[in-house]
């Protein structure tokens, strides 16, 4: 498909710098290809969702995962950035540089913000489009501390481009339920959601269900294919473990939806599900990339906020609900002053048969 079928203009006024609050007073667009759309808010989940119907959200973890420094020749020093986007092992990160041109395989680097010692790195090798590979001198637990010492929240660009990092972001751009370190962007879907409001849904009947995808900033790259079929995603580390998975399937059994809270929930549930059509344990790399046309094996419902024209979730949203039901929800998403993007307002959308 091309690349241009799924562009739209959007208003800049409507990119949300930040969350609502509370963070679960933001409006909700529930978008079915049956019977229209309904604009509601985010507690209408109480009664938008049935007893037996299973609520799965994303529990990863956001790493403060932009870090400062310095690239190191002898005596010479040039300031860098970088954005850690995925895990290669205990020792080593993929990551966006800026600027790139600036580094070299070998080069050593010094990262931080002076208020701890120093974390070291080397640069291991140097792929297209700004990504580096870097071998820092800690590891494992020891590294993660390091980075959650030094690093800053890695905002969208969207939001970084038209504001500074604050101090309350580590707070608003953290899930209530994170829990497993390894994600350089948040399900943003699930910032929605206090204790309080999970707790009410439970109390109504509905399941809560964890999973873990590692969010990648790759989830921010534009498109540069012209066709969909040429477009590479970035893989992406996820889990779904067995025990989780019968629950889930015993709910289905009796009749309830699996309702995915954000398309990280959703790539995962049906990464897991694509071999057999029946949703199984997972654990591995996933770089599912979902366009009109997929057949979905296991979600019902998904929960997600507004994406970007041209974007893979603008596409993967599409292929859920329809292109057409999803171009006309966004056409009244913008009419009527819904806020966009990771910080934005939300939408439930009913899967299209």
């Known amino acids: 498909m091309r690349v241009s079928d799924f562009d739209f203009e959007l208003p800049e006024q409507l990119i949300a ?7 679960d007073s933001a409006r909700l667009l529930v978008v079915d290809p049956i019977h229209g759309l309904s604009d509601r808010h985010i507690p209408d989940l109480l009664t938008l969702l049935h007893p037996g119907d299973v609520l799965v959200v994303n529990d990863t973890r956001v790493l403060p995962a932009e870090l400062r420094g310095s690239r190191i020749r002898g005596e010479n020093r040039a300031s860098v950035s970088f954005n850690l986007h995925k895990r290669v092992d205990a020792h080593t990160w993929r990551a966006f540089a800026r600027p790139a041109k600036r580094l070299a395989v070998l080069d050593q680097l010094e990262l931080g913000n002076g208020q701890a010692d120093a974390l070291t790195a080397r640069v291991a090798g140097k792929g297209d489009t700004g990504e580096v590979t870097l071998e820092f001198d800690l590891g494992g637990a020891q590294l993660d501390e390091a980075i959650k010492a030094h690093g800053a929240m890695p905002l969208p ?6 504001r500074s ?3 309350r972001d580590k707070v608003d751009y953290q899930t209530v339920y994170a829990a497993e370190d390894g994600a350089v962007a948040a399900p943003t879907a699930g910032l929605h959601f206090t204790e309080s409001l999970l707790q009410q849904l439970s109390d ?3 399941t809560i269900e964890r999973v873990t995808l590692h969010v990648g900033a790759g989830t921010f790259l534009p498109m ?3 066709d969909t079929d040429d477009h590479v995603m970035h893989a992406e580390w996820g889990e779904i473990d067995s025990a989780t998975v019968e629950r889930i399937l015993a709910k289905k059994a009796l009749g309830g939806r699996i309702v995915a809270v954000g398309t990280t929930s959703l790539r995962l549930l049906e990464t897991a599900a694509r071999a057999t059509g029946t949703l199984r344990p997972f654990s591995g790399d996933t770089d599912i990339f979902i366009t009109p046309g997929f057949r979905f094996a296991a979600v019902d419902v998904l929960m997600t906020n507004f994406h970007l024209p041209k974007s893979t979730l603008f596409m993967l949203v ?3 609900a ?10 009244h998403a913008i009419a009527n002053g819904y806020r966009f993007y990771s910080y934005g307002d939300s939408s439930l959308l009913i899967r299209a048969e």
């Open 17 to 23: 710098l930040h969350p609502a609050e509370p963070r």
């Open 157 to 162: 660009p969207y939001i970084g481009a038209k």
């Open 165 to 167: 990092i604050e101090e």
């Open 204 to 206: 109504r009947g509905v």
């Open 224 to 226: 540069k294919a012209d």
């Open 318 to 320: 599409s292929a859920f």
């Open 322 to 331: 329809g292109m057409d039901t999803m171009r006309r929800a966004y056409e």
